[in-house]
């Protein structure tokens, strides 16, 4: 599994980081329910304090493991630490052997997915001016961290707000 290849490269993140929480001095991490929510609400110290820890941990929730190589990038830039953001990506971006870059399509959906998760919170909360003022370097800066030409990877990223289904 692509999760498990990753892990391996990212386990010094897991001793990391010590940001602040919300829910004070929590001894389990959240569900991935709550960690989605805290992004999208932007209480990005929780995704900062747990994702390094879901992460570094082999038994970890596959769709939490999934989801942290995502959302903590994306949490890093949207609190303006984009030099830990670049550093993260460009190690998820390399091959399980270190040396060379993974596969062209894959850096490409994964700066993609990144970038959906840094633009989601900021539509939630009402920031579009500010979505469209930074979203464009945004991209440029996690393309760069993973080598991919931004346009491609703008020519089909989704930063709408998913809608949900009328009942019938």
């Known amino acids: 599994m692509f999760v498990a290849a990753v892990l391996g490269l990212l386990g010094v993140i897991a001793a990391g980081n010590t940001a602040g929480c919300a829910r004070g001095a929590a001894s389990r991490p959240p569900t991935h329910e709550e960690l989605v929510t805290d992004h ?3 209480d990005y110290a929780e995704v900062l304090r747990w994702c ?10 596959p769709a939490q493991s999934d989801w942290c190589l995502f959302g903590y990038p994306a949490a890093l830039r949207l609190t303006l630490d984009a030099e830990r953001a670049r550093s993260f990506m460009g190690r998820v971006c390399t091959d399980a052997s270190g040396g060379s870059p993974a596969d062209p399509a894959f850096r490409v959906a994964y700066v993609r997915e990144v970038a959906r998760w840094y633009a989601l919170p900021m539509r939630m909360q009402g920031q579009d001016s500010a979505l469209a003022r930074g ?9 760069a961290a993973c080598s991919v030409d931004p346009e491609l990877v703008l020519a089909d990223v989704d930063i709408e707000l ?7």
Do not use: E, H
């Open 40 to 42: 999208m609400q932007g």
């Open 52 to 61: 390094p820890v879901i992460l570094g941990d082999r038994g970890a929730d």
């Open 135 to 143: 979203f464009g370097v945004t991209v440029q800066a996690l393309s």
């Open 162 to 168: 998913p809608t949900r289904r009328r009942a019938r």
